[in-house]
């Protein structure tokens, strides 16, 4: 059965042509146009990725999102004004997994889609061993990341960027590397890296890994070996 699309906007017009595009692309579809209509519709339909205007009346796209990831790691890529910059860095870092920018061409969004899908239902190859750095366990078949046998809620980006650290612990990586290693098909900004990065700080330290993650002053980020 092909993906189901969550659209969230408030403009009928962009809506209906968001809502075309998709469907001619081959995914299913359901809209909302504010958001408890969309938190309303996530929990009754369970979609496989929200396209959510951050701009919304009543309840923001924002508050959806902190909503959202609450409940889970279905993948969110937000929509946001040019000049709203702000908005694109915090949605990142309550865990988005990509942006787009109004104005938009649809052909791009669906592009930034099906990036967003690939990279979140990607199958690894059978038998592959999880990877392992001190307390942090990295099951890249299984898409989860435990700490002392209790597991993470990572979303799709911060879980990638985590994996790829952890293929080389000790190793500093460049916000240039893991953002072509999370991100390949975004226009993110390098900055988007230390968001996502933050999140997962917050969460490590709080499962009892503090100091796993490292900031490598005028390089970028590192797994300890013996944190």
Same mark, same amino acid.
């Given at each position: 059965m092909s993906a189901l699309i969550l659209i969230v906007e408030d403009e009928p017009q962009l809506a209906e042509v968001l809502e075309a595009y998709a469907r001619q692309e081959g995914y299913r579809t359901e809209r909302a146009g504010d958001g408890d209509a969309a938190l309303h519709a996530f929990r009754a339909v369970q979609p496989d990725l929200i396209l959510l205007d951050v701009m919304l009346p009543g309840r923001s796209g924002l508050d959806v999102l902190k909503v959202v990831r609450s409940d889970g790691v279905t993948p969110v890529i937000l929509v946001t004004a040019r000049a709203e910059e702000t908005d694109q860095i915090v949605g990142l870092e309550l865990g988005a997994d990509d942006y787009v920018v109004k104005p938009f061409? =649809?052909?791009?969004?669906?592009?930034?889609?099906?990036?967003?899908?690939?990279? +979140? +239902?990607?199958?690894?190859?059978?038998?592959? =061993? =999880?990877?392992?750095?001190? =307390?942090?366990?990295?099951?890249r078949r299984a898409v989860v990341a435990r700490v002392d046998g209790r597991p993470l809620a990572l979303t799709p980006a911060e879980f990638r960027l985590l994996a790829h650290l952890a293929e080389a612990p000790g190793r500093a990586f460049t916000r240039e590397d893991l953002l072509a290693a999370a991100l390949p098909d975004s226009d993110a900004l390098e900055r988007v890296v230390d968001a996502h990065l933050a999140s997962v700080r917050r969460k490590l330290d709080g499962s009892g890994a503090a100091g796993l993650l490292r900031t490598v002053r005028g390089v970028g980020y590192r797994l300890e070996v013996s944190p």
């Amino acid at each position: 059965m092909s993906a189901l699309i969550l659209i969230v906007e408030d403009e009928p017009q962009l809506a209906e042509v968001l809502e075309a595009y998709a469907r001619q692309e081959g995914y299913r579809t359901e809209r909302a146009g504010d958001g408890d209509a969309a938190l309303h519709a996530f929990r009754a339909v369970q979609p496989d990725l929200i396209l959510l205007d951050v701009m919304l009346p009543g309840r923001s796209g924002l508050d959806v999102l902190k909503v959202v990831r609450s409940d889970g790691v279905t993948p969110v890529i937000l929509v946001t004004a040019r000049a709203e910059e702000t908005d694109q860095i915090v949605g990142l870092e309550l865990g988005a997994d990509d942006y787009v920018v109004k104005p938009f061409r =649809p052909r791009e969004v669906m592009a930034r889609v099906k990036a967003v899908l690939r990279r +979140s +239902s990607a199958a690894l190859q059978d038998g592959e =061993p =999880p990877l392992r750095v001190g =307390p942090l366990e990295v099951d890249r078949r299984a898409v989860v990341a435990r700490v002392d046998g209790r597991p993470l809620a990572l979303t799709p980006a911060e879980f990638r960027l985590l994996a790829h650290l952890a293929e080389a612990p000790g190793r500093a990586f460049t916000r240039e590397d893991l953002l072509a290693a999370a991100l390949p098909d975004s226009d993110a900004l390098e900055r988007v890296v230390d968001a996502h990065l933050a999140s997962v700080r917050r969460k490590l330290d709080g499962s009892g890994a503090a100091g796993l993650l490292r900031t490598v002053r005028g390089v970028g980020y590192r797994l300890e070996v013996s944190p």
